[in-house]
């Protein structure tokens, strides 16, 4: 899952930032309207996480602002200091999906977001499959008839993308963006580290699907008794 932190406070940012990272969400975290607004004509996200008092503006005209293609942004959990009625009031009515009053705790973040996550509407689906192998997008959690499969974040980065694309190549730029946020630098190996590990837990679950590589290219998931 992949989310756009809006937030102009630097060290409530880079924390929340940090503890999303940690539980397996992407997060690209921006401190402005204007930065949300590029942030959003570039990257698809499953939900963002929206302060109101930004130093260029309002957080809430994100809330109607037409993203890439004439997109409604994706569902926002809103974090505000200004806990007056009128205030959440206003804030529902322009679109937010939820309300996090600061300070608030970082547990209940997660909470909250995963909520939002889960409601209907948004933009992935929640339960993936193929071969002996389901992914459940909101728990992150893998499962080969009902056994769970370990894997560590990277790997379940690269299953989730790969699972969502079934049968379609994934270009190797697409999954280093999604390990690793558009604006960090990437070893080049790492990519084939990620999904050398996720291969061997596959096989050793007995998933039945098959990582296919398109050299110079990208990654194909298949079914086992699926032709190239
Ligand atoms: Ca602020």
Do not use: C, W
């Amino acid at each position: 899952m992949r989310i756009l932190l809006v937030e102009d406070h630097e060290a409530l940012r880079s924390m929340t930032a940090a503890y999303l990272a940690e539980r397996g969400f992407v997060v690209d975290d921006v401190g402005s309207v204007e930065a949300a607004r590029a942030a959003l004509d570039i990257g698809v996200y499953d939900a963002m996480i929206l302060d109101l008092g930004l130093p260029d503006g309002d957080g809430r005209s994100l809330l109607t602002a037409r993203v890439r293609g004439g997109a409604p942004p994706p569902p926002a959990l809103i974090l505000t200091a200004r806990d007056a009625l009128s205030d959440r009031i206003e804030g529902l009515n322009a679109g937010a999906d939820d309300y996090l009053v600061k300070p608030f705790d970082l547990d209940e973040l997660q909470a909250r977001l995963r909520a939002v996550l889960r409601r209907p509407g948004t933009r992935g689906e929640v339960a993936l499959g193929l071969g002996r192998l389901t992914f459940d997008t909101i728990s992150r959690e893998a499962k080969v008839e009902g056994r769970a499969v370990n894997l560590r974040r990277r790997e379940t980065l690269v299953l989730e993308t790969l699972l969502a694309a079934r049968g379609r190549i994934v270009v190797r730029d697409v999954l280093e963006e999604r390990l690793y946020g558009y604006d960090q630098m990437v070893t080049p190996n790492a990519l084939e580290a990620a999904v050398s590990r996720l291969r061997k837990a596959l096989d050793e679950a007995g998933a039945g699907v098959r990582i296919e590589v398109r050299r110079g290219i990208g990654y194909v998931l298949r079914a086992e008794d699926e032709p190239s």
